[in-house]
């Protein structure tokens, strides 16, 4: 079994930035997409950012230019760094990975607790 655990969410003024990380732990065999997603209050979970396992990173359109996924594959963990945040980032972020626990085992999609950002003045 895969655990993620996200850290570094809390509470910015606009225009400010924050940096998220996300650690798996547990049984891992292999990783391969590692990503970010969001849900806001009423709203649907939408993606934020992902990369895969060679490295290309892939975003959603309301944060290009903004946010940047990274992965260290030695440490199991990801990076979501958010700057110029806006007050409509507000939302839960959830980290997300596609992966093996074992070399026998099929891939399947595992989700962290989230944690909360919240962008306001």
């Known amino acids: 079994q895969v655990q993620l655990v996200e850290s570094g969410g809390g509470l910015v003024q606009p225009g400010g930035s924050l940096r998220l990380s996300c650690a798996a732990s547990?049984?891992?065999?292999?990783?391969?997409?590692m990503g970010w997603y969001r849900q806001a209050p009423g709203k649907q979970r939408e993606l934020v950012a992902r990369?895969?396992?060679?490295?290309?990173?892939n975003y959603g359109d309301s944060v290009k230019g903004r946010f940047t996924i990274s992965r260290d594959n030695a440490k199991n963990t990801w990076y979501l760094q958010m700057n110029s945040l806006k007050p409509e980032d507000t939302a839960v972020y959830y980290c997300?990975?596609?992966?093996?626990?074992?070399?026998?085992?099929?891939?399947?999609?595992?989700w962290g607790p989230g944690t909360q950002v919240t962008v306001s003045s």
């Open positions: 997300n990975c596609n992966a093996q626990g074992a070399y026998y085992s099929p891939y399947a999609d595992y």
């Open positions: 547990g049984s891992i065999f292999s990783i391969n997409t």
């Open positions: 990369i895969t396992s060679a490295a290309w990173p």
